[in-house]
């Protein structure tokens, strides 16, 4: 199969979106306020603020999201921000949409211009260092049976190694952690993050 082209502009994003155009649209027209720039990150809008990631906004098959960088600062009067990531994240929130016609400009616009407050205020949750990441028994196994797996673990960044341990750790029952190793062995292999696809901002 043929490479999917790189996005290199928001139009470029909503255009390979077409189910999910309109509600694109209308959450760009309602964050791209001053002093707010807007790029591209991880193949997905993004807006900015002195070098900042204030706000992004991704499609996914049922939804359309926001996603703020520093949501769990935000007040969130309406209670709509969710921790995508099942307390994985300190800081990260994200805002879901299933139509166009459930987005409040006015509502996301307010949201938009606190998160910009707070980074021009200096306020952030910094993400934990040099925390040691605890291995679940079964990650442990696989990289017994398999060191070139295990290289690739530790090859990653401590926060992809965080994630991932604590996806297999967070299943309830044993089939769902074997499940779970099964499906991230070949990301591992890979090189990439648990959450990359979902760090659209």
């Given amino acids: 199969m043929p490479a999917k082209p790189k996005i290199s502009t928001v139009d470029e994003y ?19 306020i001053k002093p707010l ?26 939804y359309v999201g926001l996603w ?21 994240t300190k800081a990260l929130r994200q805002w879901r949409f299933t139509a166009a016609k459930d987005i409040k400009s006015t509502a996301v616009k307010a949201y938009v211009k606190e998160a910009v407050k ?45 994630d991932y341990a604590g996806h297999i750790a967070a299943a309830k029952r044993d ?3 074997q499940a779970r190793l099964e499906k991230i062995t070949p990301m591992l292999r890979a090189g990439v993050g648990l959450h990359d696809k979902y760090r659209n901002c």
């Fill in 175 to 177: 089939a769902t952690k």
């Fill in 14 to 32: 909503i255009a390979s979106k077409p189910e999910h155009a309109d509600a694109l649209a209308k959450l760009r027209r309602a964050v791209h």
């Fill in 68 to 88: 703020f960088h520093q949501g769990a600062l935000l007040a969130d009067p309406d209670g709509v921000l969710i921790d995508a990531s099942d307390g994985k």
């Fill in 37 to 62: 720039d807007e790029t591209i990150k991880w193949g997905a809008p993004c807006y900015t603020h002195n070098g900042k990631n204030i706000v992004g906004l991704a499609a996914f098959k049922a």
């Fill in 118 to 162: 707070l980074a021009e205020a200096g306020q952030e949750i910094k993400p934990a260092r040099n925390t040691p990441v605890a291995i679940p028994p079964e990650l442990a196994a696989a990289f017994k049976a398999d060191p070139k797996l295990k290289a690739a673990f530790e090859a990653l960044t401590p926060g992809k190694r965080r």
